[in-house]
């Protein structure tokens, strides 16, 4: 839940803003960047519990459009990372485990009109790295290589086992002692369930 | 860290027509809306400098050779280079019986000679350090003047520059500025301080420098007309650490 102060609401009430957005990896060790230019340092907050500081040397690119995600919904979502960075090459370097499965965490910082923090930075996606690509493009004047991390969020990775059903049989199969599809082979397409009659 | 010697551009030998040092701001807007307002949102934490020296005068062989050594160092961008900022207008120089003190006469070795050339050891006039510790992205400061005679006085738009520790030369520009009325100063800075500062550190305001690199691989490209002259442009982004050797 985003929690705003009273000096962060009136900061995003006027028609110019000034935001920090965060992007965390917890990897081995953890990558923290922001969009803004130099380091800054953020206090204590829900993901770093001594503050930190986050590195805005252009190595974080761009971020994603993230989506509140309710329902049981999953989604995956890229990270544009510099892809000629000495600290995200070394990264992308190490052994891909220890980038995988890693939390990954996108936040944004309200900053008042002399650049200071209102408050602390507001985790507003939380995801699971799961794997990096790298891409090498020619444009005019030059060549851009990016990294892109996907991201999954919480339901990314739910699984239904192929060739299997939500019949009474297989559910008893999957997890015994389980009611939950006794009642599947009364439901069937164009057919009218009759209410039952206790009487 | 190894501190990494980094080159100086050489500003008493190439002289630019025009100079532009700014801080890039980077907006992003949602659009006008109905009403005609444009709400815009910015996301760089302050900005970083650019830099655009025009037409600089290749008149002649110690520019032209400069120049072109200049580009090798720089490799394309790829290599930082400290560019000093020439400020002299602006810098709160110090007076003497209304006479601007801009710089001291020469300093000899101990038996009065020079070095080979003929120069001694020079020392800017202004002495400008930090009152208290500042820390990492700070935008308030106190600043301390003094020097001989009387100490220049600050209005707001000078420039000045610190050498950090592990960033080394980063500039920053005085936005505002209130006299305490001994000697130090109340002044907001832009962009925002990038390391934590010591109290006392010296701040340059005589040549402000900072670590730029060039903005593209072609930025030191020079056409030369016939008699071995170009007024090649040139433009620089700030640099950042880690540094690689030269």
Redesign the interface.
């Known amino acids: 839940m985003l929690v705003l102060n009273q000096d962060e609401i009136d900061a995003i009430e006027s028609s110019t803003q000034r935001l920090g957005i965060f992007f965390r990896l917890d990897s081995d060790p953890v990558v923290r960047l922001w969009l803004g230019v130099g380091p800054c340092r953020v206090g204590v907050n829900a993901l770093d519990a001594n503050g930190a500081i986050y590195t805005g040397f252009g190595e974080l690119n761009n971020v994603p459009e993230v989506e509140q995600l309710i329902n049981g919904r999953a989604t995956r979502v890229e990270f544009a990372i510099s892809g000629v960075s000495g600290r995200v090459m070394q990264a992308a370097s190490e052994d891909a485990e220890t980038i995988q499965g890693s939390e990954c965490a996108l936040g944004l910082c309200i900053f008042g009109g002399s650049w200071q923090q209102l408050g602390p930075p507001k985790w507003i996606f939380r995801g699971t790295a799961d794997y990096m690509t790298m891409a090498q493009d020619a444009v005019e004047g030059g060549v851009t290589r990016m990294i892109s991390l996907s991201v999954g969020s919480l339901m990314t990775s739910r699984r239904r086992r192929g060739l299997s059903y939500l019949t009474n049989q297989d559910q008893q199969a999957r997890h015994p002692g389980d009611r939950m599809c006794e009642r599947t082979t009364l439901y069937a397409q164009d057919t009218d369930k009759v209410w039952p009659r206790f009487s | 860290m190894t501190t990494v010697a980094l080159f100086h551009f050489p500003i008493n030998i190439l002289w630019e027509a025009q100079v532009s040092w700014e801080i890039?701001s980077q907006m992003v807007g949602s659009g006008q809306t109905a009403s005609g307002?444009?709400?815009?949102?910015?996301?760089?934490?302050?900005?970083?400098w650019k830099l655009t020296l025009s037409e600089v005068n290749l008149l002649w062989a110690d520019a032209r050779r400069t120049w072109r050594s200049l580009s090798a160092i720089c490799d394309g961008g790829s290599n930082p280079i400290v560019v000093p900022m020439r400020d002299i207008p602006d810098v709160p120089y110090p007076t003497s019986g209304g006479v601007l003190l801009t710089r001291y006469d020469d300093i000899n070795h101990t038996d009065d000679v020079p070095f080979a050339s003929g120069v001694g050891y020079q020392v800017g006039t202004v002495d400008a350090s930090l009152v208290g510790a500042a820390?990492?992205?700070a935008?308030?400061l106190t600043i301390a003047i003094s020097g001989p005679g009387t100490p220049g006085t600050l209005r707001g738009g000078e420039h000045f520059s610190i050498n950090h520790p592990v960033?080394r030369y980063r500039m920053y520009r005085i936005r505002t500025v209130k006299d305490n009325g001994d000697g130090t100063w109340n002044v907001?800075i832009r962009?925002?301080l990038?390391?934590n500062t010591p109290d006392g550190t010296l701040l340059d305001f005589a040549t402000p420098k900072c670590v730029m690199r060039l903005a593209?691989?072609?930025e030191m490209d020079a056409a030369f007309e016939p008699m071995w002259i170009s007024r090649p442009t040139a433009s620089f982004i700030?640099a950042?650490p880690?540094f690689p050797v030269p």
């Open positions: 890039t307002v444009s709400p815009t949102t910015r996301i760089d934490g302050g900005g970083a820390l990492l992205n935008t308030s960033l907001t962009p925002p990038r390391a593209s691989g072609k700030e950042f880690p």
